[in-house]
Structure formats: C-alpha cells, structure tokens
C-alpha cells in the first residue's frame, strides 16, 4: 500500500528558532501534498496545498511567510514553521495523493509533534 | 464540501456491533462518502468509502440511503483497539481535492 513518512516525529524547539518538517511519499509520486494542524482534542484543520513544482496555496489566516512549504520533488514536501512560538505548538499531519489517484486516495503521514518551549 | 454532521462521542462495550451516522444534507452528485480513523498522535487512516446502498470491507460496512442524505458506519463486535475519533467526510471523485474534517466522533470500547 502507498506510505506517506513525516520526520522527525516528534521535535521540542526553543521560541524564536524554526523547525523544518519533512513528508515523503514512500513508494508513489505525488503531486499534491497536503499539510494539517491538530490542536489536542480538535480535528484536522487544513493549512495549504502543496503543488510540486509552484508555490503553495494557503488556506485563509494562515501566514504564509511563517509556514513556509517547499514541495521540490514528486516524492517530498517541506513545511518549516519559522520563528517559532509556543502557540505554533501542535501536531502536523502531511497527506499525499498519488499521480493517478482516484476518488479517496489520499495517504496520511503519521504526523510530527512539535512543542515549542 | 458538503458539510457533514456526526456525534461527538459514543460508548460501547467490548463485542457489541457499534453504528455511528453522519448526516450529509448537501451531498453533491459526484461525492463519494469516506469515513477515516484516527487513533491518538497518529495519523487518519482509510476505513471504508461508498457511494450508494451498502459496501463491505474486512474493516467495516458502510450503509447508504437511497437519498445519499446520511451514512451509516458500522463496526461489527468491536474490541478496546477501535477506541479511536471517525471522520465521515464527503468527496468529489478528484483525487486531489483537498479534505475539510468534521469534529469526528470519538468512539471509546469499555471493557
């Protein structure tokens, strides 16, 4: 089956540095990466749209310029959260479709926990 | 996106058949209905995904009206390892569209 991998896992930061997200589509391509916040005991909440190739598009009051993806290759995308705060606190999920995807095919990373001291 | 609506939270007991409904009022045409299942700092994982009457994998079956207005997911004699949070979403048959979730119901097993 298709595996999406997110590292690291789990990543303790102190305030004001940033942290880079990896999410890699193990054994397909794809060429729409998703990334998703999930605030404990909240459901996933959609930051933007990775396009291999083009910049990403953002969902509305997402900051683009602090959430910054990268999504260089059909097999990887980047999310680096810059100048991080204690409120960008939270778990990121990646998802990937595959190049002929059909109508649920969307693969989710195991996601990446990050607390920001 | 057809919003969908579903409890916040049900309780069952070990072995017991559980039934969680969505409600989908706005269903378009082209959706497909699709339920995940997210266990704690993990991420979603596919269940199950219909589009009319009743589909039946080794997960789980999925119930669909002929109004395609709701739907029914249904886990047969569950154990403590289905305590997890079920989104029901609806989704165009694009494989890239992005995917707005619900709130989700948490479903807890009592032993």
């Known amino acids: 089956g298709a595996v999406v991998s997110q590292h690291p896992s789990r990543v303790i930061c102190k305030s004001g540095t940033s942290v880079k997200i990896e999410c890699r589509s193990l054994?397909?391509?794809?060429?729409?990466m998703f990334w998703y916040r999930q605030f404990p005991k909240q459901s996933l909440m959609l930051m933007a749209t990775?396009?291999?190739?083009?910049?990403?598009?953002?969902e509305q009051g997402v900051e683009k310029d602090k959430f910054l993806i990268n999504h260089a290759s059909l097999t990887l995308s980047t999310l680096t959260v810059t100048s991080a705060h204690p409120e960008d606190s939270s778990f990121y999920i990646c998802?990937?479709?595959?190049?002929?995807?059909?109508?649920?095919?969307?693969?989710f990373g195991p996601g990446t926990r990050l607390t920001v001291t | 996106l057809a919003k969908t609506t579903q409890p916040i939270s049900m309780d069952s007991y070990e072995g017991q058949e559980v039934n969680i409904t969505c409600s989908h009022n706005n269903i378009a045409t082209n959706d497909y209905i699709t339920w995940y299942q997210q266990f704690p700092s993990q991420g979603p994982r596919f269940i199950i995904q219909?589009?009319?009457t009743k589909v039946t994998n080794e997960v789980a079956s999925l119930f669909i009206p002929a109004d395609r207005k709701s739907s029914t997911l249904s886990l047969p004699r569950v154990s403590l390892s289905d305590t997890a949070v079920y989104y029901c979403?609806?989704?165009?048959?694009?494989?890239?569209?992005?995917?707005?979730f619900g709130t989700g119901t948490r479903l807890t097993i009592i032993p």
């Open positions: 054994d397909f391509q794809a060429t729409t």
């Open positions: 990775s396009n291999e190739g083009s910049k990403a598009t953002y």
């Open positions: 219909g589009y009319k």
């Open positions: 998802s990937a479709t595959p190049l002929d995807a059909g109508p649920y095919e969307q693969y």
């Open positions: 979403l609806v989704i165009s048959n694009f494989g890239n569209e992005k995917l707005t």
